[in-house]
C-alpha cells in the first residue's frame, strides 16, 4: 500500500518561501497523480495543486497560481510543492493525497483522490 510522508512545513515571514515534500513508499509514484490541499482552522479542506502522473499537466487554486510550483522526482519517489510570496491566508495544514490513473490529467477535488493521504504538515505565515 502507498503511504505518504509530508515535510518541509513550518514558520514563516510573509514574502517568505517554503518547499513542501510528499514522499512516498510502497508502491512507484509515478503510477499516480498526486494532489495538494489544505485545511485552515474552522475552513473546510481546499484543493490547493495536482499534478498528473506525466508531469505535464499540472493545475492551481486561483489564490496560488503564479506563487506556487508542483512538481514531481519520480525517481525520489516524491512530489513537492515550491510556496513564494506567502501570505498569512496561507496558514493551513498542507496534506497530499494520492489517484492511481491513467490518465494525463488530474481534478483538483478531494473526492477525486480515492487513494492514500498523509498526515499532514503545518505551514504558519507570520510576522
Known amino acids: 500500500q502507498l503511504q505518504l510522508v509530508e515535510s518541509g512545513g513550518g514558520l514563516v515571514q510573509p514574502g517568505g518561501s517554503l518547499r513542501l515534500s510528499c514522499a512516498a513508499s510502497?508502491?512507484?509514484?509515478?503510477?499516480?497523480?498526486v494532489g495538494w490541499f489544505r485545511q485552515a482552522p474552522g475552513k473546510e479542506r481546499e484543493g490547493v495543486s495536482c499534478i498528473a502522473r506525466s508531469d505535464g499537466f499540472t493545475t492551481y487554486a486561483d489564490s496560488v497560481k503564479g506563487r506556487f510550483t508542483i512538481s514531481r522526482d519520480n525517481a525520489q519517489n516524491t512530489v513537492y510543492l515550491q510556496m513564494n510570496s506567502l501570505k498569512p491566508e496561507d496558514t493551513a495544514v498542507y496534506f497530499c493525497a494520492t489517484r492511481r490513473t491513467m490518465t494525463a490529467s488530474c481534478i483538483m477535488s478531494g473526492g477525486w483522490f480515492t487513494g492514500s493521504w498523509g498526515q499532514g504538515t503545518q505551514v504558519t505565515v507570520s510576522s
Open positions: 510502497g508502491l512507484a509514484l509515478a503510477n499516480y497523480a
